[in-house]
């Protein structure tokens, strides 16, 4: 199998305050890992490409030192949004980068973090 | 930078009836996946059928299936013998370089 798990599914800050999500690839080793951010009823929106070791790759308009990216290990990357405000507030999904046979690459997709900002 | 189009908002069918997603994408690269995710009300991410571009024959996955016209740079996805659970938003998604982009989504409602 391929399971991608989120922690926490949901979590409620205070503005001005630091919220912590871990992405974790429960079954395989991922190499790489991804960080989308989804309002209701849109898109998912690539926010930056983790890989294990090194520095996260940001997309174009991500602030970097506001959404922290760490990817320590093979299974477990994470996601820091610092100085939460409530335009922060959105829907947050991992995924997670696995090679299959025959040269295939997926990404399997995490259940999602519900982030509100109070 | 690709961008793929989905250009129906919404969907509506009748439970045991057929419905068709449309997606065009645009790229200059020949080799790419092309995939189709489903996302029901738990927001947990499915992958329902991938297509190889360097592939001519249309991917089939039990009641899906797609047309692909690589010309035509069209993807579109058929769900046949609709059922209530497969209510959901619908995304387009071009991937290569191990990164997907994600068309605007289409919601797909199947009515009882």
């Known amino acids: 199998g391929a399971v991608v798990s989120q922690h926490p599914s949901w979590v409620i800050c205070k503005s001005g305050t630091s919220v912590k999500i871990e992405c974790r690839s429960l079954?395989?080793?991922?190499?790489?890992m991804f960080w989308y951010r989804q309002f209701p009823k849109q898109s998912l929106m690539l926010m930056a490409t983790s890989n294990e070791g090194s520095k996260a790759t940001y997309e174009q308009g991500v602030e970097k030192d506001k959404f922290l990216i760490n990817h320590a290990s093979l299974t477990l990357s994470t996601l820091t949004v610092t100085s939460a405000h409530p335009e922060d507030s959105s829907f947050y999904i991992c995924s997670a980068r696995k090679g299959l046979a025959g040269g295939r690459n997926e990404q399997f997709f995490g259940p999602g973090t519900r982030l509100t900002v109070l | 930078a690709q961008t793929v189009t989905q250009s129906q908002p919404e969907m509506s069918v009748q439970e045991a009836e057929t419905v068709t997603l449309s997606c065009t994408y645009d790229?200059?690269?020949?080799?790419?996946?092309l995939f189709w995710y489903k996302q029901p009300p738990s927001r947990q991410m499915i992958l329902v059928i991938r297509?190889?571009?360097?592939?001519?024959q249309n991917a089939t996955e039990n009641r899906f299936s797609v047309n692909f016209q690589k010309a035509a740079k069209s993807f579109s996805l058929k769900i046949s013998d609709s059922q209530l659970g497969d209510t959901a938003m619908y995304f387009c998604?071009?991937?290569?370089?191990?990164?997907?982009?994600f068309g605007a989504g289409t919601t797909v409602t199947v009515r009882a």
């Open positions: 790229t200059s690269e020949s080799n790419y996946y």
């Open positions: 297509q190889e571009a360097y592939k001519q």
């Open positions: 998604a071009f991937y290569r370089d191990y990164k997907l982009s």
């Open positions: 079954d395989f080793q991922a190499t790489t």
